[in-house]
């Protein structure tokens, strides 16, 4: 067997039926631990990321949520919503947001470890994620250090792929196939710009993102709830076909699915793999930029955490999913291929129904910005994971320029190998994370309850909190 095909047999699995039940089984089992308050406290969630305070940490509980979304919105939202559409027909979009629902807990769950493990390290800045609280909250240090180690190697590895060149080679293909500028000068502009942040650091980091990251949302936002509207009357078919295709246990096809079958279990595979590819709750990524808020609880930055599961899938994902179900493009062969069109072309045509030649210009705007957010908040997620790794000053800024100039080898190659090695490392992740949400889920359970007794339930009856009391108490 080559390089290739083991390559292509890891990631079959790591992607499995067997790692995404385990991943959503994790989402079910913490949702019902924490006595469904996640779900419960969403709205709460929603309401803490604008509020302030002084409090140890690096960046604003905003900017860490910011910073995370950075990472996490992605070419997911656009590129592997469509995919999974094609693949796995309209009612993928059910299961997307099914396994949303109990990745909000899974967010929440490892953003609080994140928090509540987090050390400083030398010049200062805070230091945490999946790998610290392994380290620190696993009281076999065996089992401890050694999940810690994986899951922070597998991290910088997947750092580079998907969260660097993948991304690059994806803004450099959709300027170029749609308006032909050469990868190599957009290859080079995101070096350069890339290197301007990196070099300042998480503040840099989170400062950009609060700018970029709101800007995209909103106006990728705003565009798709125009085609929506222009297309409403295809809506309620559309959802009815989302619904009945995603529990029909039947191979199906008609209505908006157009030439598109599918049956319940390949729509249940499609979207639930596709909707952790974009939200990543359960990888271990997001806690990372959450262990670096300014915080006084970990609960609470792990309700801040979890709403980027919240806006990622539930809102962003679900957008283009409408827009595309309701365009009437599903189903579309593309004549060069004698196959259904899909991935970012898809997602071109379906804004084109209502914006014509400006559709193109839409999708490569968002898109462009949604994969440069994902390299700024990799950057940060290898960055912490290579520290734990190497503690060495000069390593780390090292990282920040080799990270910087490899985007323009995304930019400019073809990419086959390096997305499947990436993909792998990033699935990979999942295992030593899950197994520490498992673990350690008295201290995610122990630190929910109280939470929602000292704080939640007083200040949604308007009472007055004695913050530092119950820092003080933590």
């Known amino acids: 067997m080559d390089f290739a095909a ?6 079959d699995f790591v992607w499995g039926p067997v790692m995404l039940a385990f991943l959503v089984g994790t989402g079910i089992f913490l949702t019902v631990r924490l006595k469904f308050l996640p779900w419960r406290n969403l709205r709460y969630a929603i309401e803490m990321i604008f509020r302030k305070g002084k409090h140890q940490g690096d960046i604003s509980p905003f900017q860490s949520l910011m910073t995370a979304l950075s990472a996490t919105v992605g070419t997911g939202n656009i590129v592997g919503v469509a995919t999974a559409i094609v693949l796995g027909g309209p009612g993928a979009l059910v299961w997307m947001f099914i396994s949303a629902c109990f990745g909000l807990s899974t967010k929440y769950g490892e953003s609080v470890l994140a928090v509540k493990y987090r050390e400083v390290n030398s010049v200062g800045e805070m ?9 620190n909250g696993i009281k076999n240090k065996v089992a401890g250090h050694g999940l810690a180690f994986l899951f922070a190697l597998f991290a910088v590895c997947a750092s580079f792929g998907i969260g660097n060149m993948t991304q ?3 803004i450099a293909a959709a300027l170029f196939t749609s308006y032909a500028i050469p990868t190599e000068i957009v290859g080079g502009l995101i070096v350069i710009a890339s290197l301007i942040i990196f070099l300042r650091g998480i503040k840099g980091i989170g400062k950009v993102s609060s700018i970029i990251v709101p800007f995209m949302a909103g106006f990728y936002f705003l565009a798709a709830i125009i085609v929506i ?8 078919a559309g959802v009815a076909e989302m619904f009945r295709m995603a529990f029909s246990f039947d191979s199906v096809a008609g209505g908006i699915g157009g030439s598109i079958v599918a049956s319940a279990l390949t729509a249940m595979r499609w979207g639930v793999a596709r909707g952790v590819f974009s939200n990543e709750a359960g990888l271990g990524s997001a806690p990372i930029a959450a262990a670096a808020a300014q915080t006084d609880h970990p609960s609470r930055q792990g309700y801040v955490n979890m709403t980027g599961t919240f806006f990622d899938t539930m809102i962003i994902c679900m957008l283009t999913g409408l827009v595309i179900c309701s365009s009437g493009v599903l189903g579309t062969i593309d004549p060069a291929t004698a196959k259904p069109v899909t991935g970012a072309q898809l997602t071109i045509l379906a804004f084109s129904s209502v914006f014509g030649e400006y559709g193109k210009l839409i999708v490569c ?3 462009s910005l949604f994969a440069f957010s994902t390299i700024l908040g990799w950057e940060y997620y ?9 503690s060495n000053r000069k390593v780390i800024m090292g990282y920040r320029i080799v990270f910087s100039l490899i985007t323009y080898i995304g930019a400019t190659q073809t990419l086959d190998m390096v997305w499947n090695f990436s993909d792998t490392m990033n699935g ?3 295992i030593p994370n899950l197994i520490c949400l498992l673990w350690l889920n008295k201290d995610i359970a122990k630190e929910c309850f109280e939470y929602q007794t000292a704080v939640v339930i007083p200040e949604k009856h308007g009472e007055k909190v004695d913050y530092e009391a119950v820092n003080a108490g933590h």
């Open 6 to 11: 083991l390559l292509k047999t890891v990631n």
């Open 127 to 135: 230091a945490g994620g999946p790998m610290y609280a392994m380290k």
């Open 168 to 170: 690059a080679n994806s």
């Open 229 to 236: 509207i222009v297309n409403i009357s295809a809506v309620p």
């Open 365 to 367: 705007i968002a898109l």
């Open 382 to 390: 290898g960055e912490k994971a290579l520290e734990y790794l190497v």
């Open 428 to 430: 990979l992740m999942i």
